[in-house]
């Protein structure tokens, strides 16, 4: 059986699409970004928003045109190439593995600190199972940690609102996914965000002086590109473009309807962060949850902000899986991730599969490595599709069609070419150890696709 079910309405899909969302990112990007971006967060911040803008305009106008599974790479290979299709398609897994391994670890480490790796990996065993049961599983789980994340930030923004004190040190603290060395002081010492680095990172992080990036454009653009990490998860929807109901109306609604949602809610979460830590040097490992003073409702909330990552974590799996098998279909990964159970309707070995990736990258890769390799290859995933969201307008223009140019045609040119522009000037400023290793990632990608290419012609 190699055919998904359609199950899945627009409450569900906008919910699926805000699970992948309100986790890692909003409860723990603040901290970097800021160490950054300094006062330039809100601008960063913005600048973050209209790249996820842009992003999803492209995305939802492919999702009408192309309402299958599989995302970027069955858009990119039905306007642009097979290899295209293959490059975005690899970009995907890629990065979103790496998002998945990285999630894992900061889950654990809130849920269970000093025991990341044992509780990354039964997370990944546990969610993957329950992607396995079905789309209809994996949004009802959605629906539960979409309600818990939500009230967990209501309840730090409203502490803030009403002048409550925050917390300083109780003793149990996570750290963040942009840690481990990311950031280096004036005085050429490490600054990593908490658990990992422990009293001496703190300390290290207490004396910031001037930062090697200093303010203006290029700390905007890495903020920015920090920030995009809480936006990852809006074009959930579509790699689920098979099993939703009605897709050319379901997933323009759900990608942008969720993506609208979480703007609102990271603005008020920025205000009050910023506001609540306007004087201090350095801000807490877990932002949002230090927004409350009280010691055991500190921990709830980091308790909710794990169940969040997992949340999100669930999402990033499901993700994972079908566009796995949209390539298999084609025959770019091998056709066994293809089957899908004919009990669940389900794509259980890709599941599985994806699964295994990702424990292999938590038992052998540094946060650091995974968020870096994550941001790169979801940006340049990205500006693959909106180069075919370009072609796909010269075609429909080419093919002198007006219904259709009204109908699928109606986000402007210019929003995808700002898009794929803002995508590349992102990426340019990430860590560098991460372009390059994604560059050849990809690189020896296609080299053997290549290969087996000109193999299967002799």
């Known amino acids: 059986m190699t055919t998904l079910e359609r199950r899945l309405g627009v409450p569900g899909a906008i919910v699926v699409g805000l699970c992948a969302m309100l986790g890692a990112g909003v409860f723990f990007v603040w901290t970097p970004a800021a ?6 967060l809100w601008l960063a911040l913005l600048l973050a928003a209209v790249v996820a803008v842009a992003n ?21 290979r039905a306007e642009l190439s097979p290899t295209a299709g293959f490059a975005a398609g690899w970009l995907f897994l890629t990065g979103k593995t790496c998002s998945a391994a990285a999630i894992a670890l900061v889950a654990a480490s809130h849920l269970w600190p000093g025991w990341e790796q044992p509780i990354a990996i039964a997370a990944v065993v546990v969610l993957a199972l329950l992607n396995a049961q079905g789309i209809r599983t994996t949004a009802w789980v959605s629906w539960v940690v979409v309600s818990l994340a939500l ?6 923004v409203v502490w803030s609102a009403v002048a409550g004190p925050q917390v300083t040190a109780f003793g149990w603290t996570a750290y ?15 600054c990593s965000f908490g658990g990992i680095g422990g009293s001496a990172a703190a300390a290290a992080c207490s004396d910031v002086g001037a930062l090697v990036t200093p303010p203006g454009p290029l700390a905007v653009l890495q903020g920015a590109g920090l920030l995009f990490f809480a936006f990852a998860g809006y074009a959930r929807m579509a790699t689920l ?16 309807g969720a993506l ?6 990271y ?15 350095v801000w807490p490992d877990t932002p949002v949850a230090s927004l409350v003073g009280d010691p055991v409702l500190h921990r709830v909330l980091l308790t909710i902000g794990g169940i969040a990552c997992l949340g999100s974590l669930m999402g990033i799996l499901a993700g994972l899986s079908r566009t796995s098998l949209a390539m298999a279909r084609d025959g770019e990964l091998p056709g066994v991730l293809a089957r899908i159970s004919p009990r669940t309707h389900a794509p259980a070995v890709a599941e599985g599969a994806m699964a295994v990736l990702a424990i292999v990258l938590v038992l052998v890769a540094p946060p650091v490595l995974l968020v870096a390799l994550s941001s790169t290859s979801v940006l340049a995933y990205y500006a693959i599709g909106h180069v075919g969201a370009l072609r796909m307008r010269r075609s429909l223009r080419a093919a002198a069609d007006d219904d259709a140019w009204r109908r699928e045609a109606w986000v402007p040119a210019w929003v995808s070419a700002l898009g794929l522009v803002l995508c590349a ?11 390059v290793a994604s560059a050849a990632w990809l690189g020896a990608a296609l080299a053997i696709r290549a290969l087996r290419a000109r193999g299967a012609r002799r």
């Open 425 to 435: 000037l992102l990426v340019v400023t990430l860590p560098w150890y991460g372009v």
């Open 35 to 40: 160490f950054v971006a300094g006062e330039w």
């Open 56 to 76: 999803a305009l492209s995305t939802a106008q492919l999702a009408m045109r192309h309402p299958v599974s599989g995302g970027g790479y069955a858009y990119a």
């Open 260 to 265: 609208g949602i979480v703007l609102a809610i």
């Open 151 to 156: 009230a967990g930030i209501a309840t730090a």
């Open 267 to 281: 603005a008020i979460v920025a205000w009050a962060t910023t506001t609540a830590y306007a004087d201090a040097i």
């Open 176 to 190: 963040a996914p942009l840690s481990d060395e990311v950031f280096v002081t004036t005085g050429g010492q490490p």
């Open 241 to 256: 473009g098979e099993e939703v109901r009605d897709p050319r109306r379901t997933l323009p609604i759900a990608i942008l």
